[in-house]
């Protein structure tokens, strides 16, 4: 009776596929989008060093390894996330006229919020570790400063104090990062008409500007 040639012979054990291993830099790295991922979704209390351990395919000591625990790891996330967004908006403040430079530091907000949805929702949360590297409030007073000295050219050349730049800052920048957050679930409009929106506000009201603005209620002080 002939034999098939191509059958395996039942006497060969099947060949087992040799796992590379990882070096430590890319041991690290891939704990490091592990934890974005879960921290994004979970939340830091909702996430567990068992579960980072398990979805790597390590044991729990090879976390504490690299990082000394499950702060550490979400201090290093939280860290590189704060330096990448400043990162983009302080790289897109190119332009010379004041209205586009407002619309790209818009655009900067709104582009990393959709490249980098994980990562803003992890900054939008309140940090559970007094000692971590920064919190979402720090990193929009850094973002503030790079647009105060904008506006203190602008409001010097038109005659307004420039003193009170850090103020308008605070305020133009805050409300382009909290329609941020809004708009990180409802998607809606899209990204190009909220950043004209934004502009629209902030630069009108800007423009109408008082050099000495007064209270029309009974309060005044």
Not at 26 to 52: D, M
Not at 116 to 144: H, K
Not at 159 to 188: C, E, I, N, S
């Amino acid at each position: 009776m002939a034999t098939d040639s191509s059958s395996t012979p039942s006497n060969d054990k099947p060949r087992r596929v040799r796992r590379t291993r990882m070096t430590g830099a890319e041991r690290r790295q891939q704990l490091l989008e592990i934890g974005r991922t879960l921290f994004a979704t979970k939340g830091f209390e909702g996430t567990s060093v068992e579960e980072i351990a398990a979805k790597a395919g390590v044991s729990k000591p090879v976390v504490y390894e690299h990082f000394g625990g499950k702060e550490g790891l979400y201090a290093v996330v939280v860290d590189r996330e704060m330096r990448c967004l400043l990162d983009m908006v302080t790289s897109s403040l190119t332009a010379g006229h004041p209205r586009e430079l407002c619309e790209q530091a818009a655009f900067a907000l709104l582009d990393y919020i959709e490249e980098y949805t994980d990562g803003f929702r992890i900054l939008v949360r309140d940090s559970p570790i007094p000692q971590s590297t920064g919190s979402f409030a720090s990193l929009i007073s850094d973002i503030a400063t790079q647009v105060e000295d904008i506006l203190g050219k602008e409001f010097k050349s038109r005659g307004f104090d420039p003193k009170l730049a850090p103020l308008y800052a605070q305020a133009l920048v805050g409300m382009v990062a909290l329609t941020g957050q809004w708009w990180l679930d409802v998607r809606k409009p899209k990204k190009a008409e909220v950043a004209a929106h934004l502009v629209n506000l902030a630069w009108h009201g800007l423009d109408g500007i008082e050099a000495k603005p007064h209270l029309i209620g009974r309060r005044k002080s």
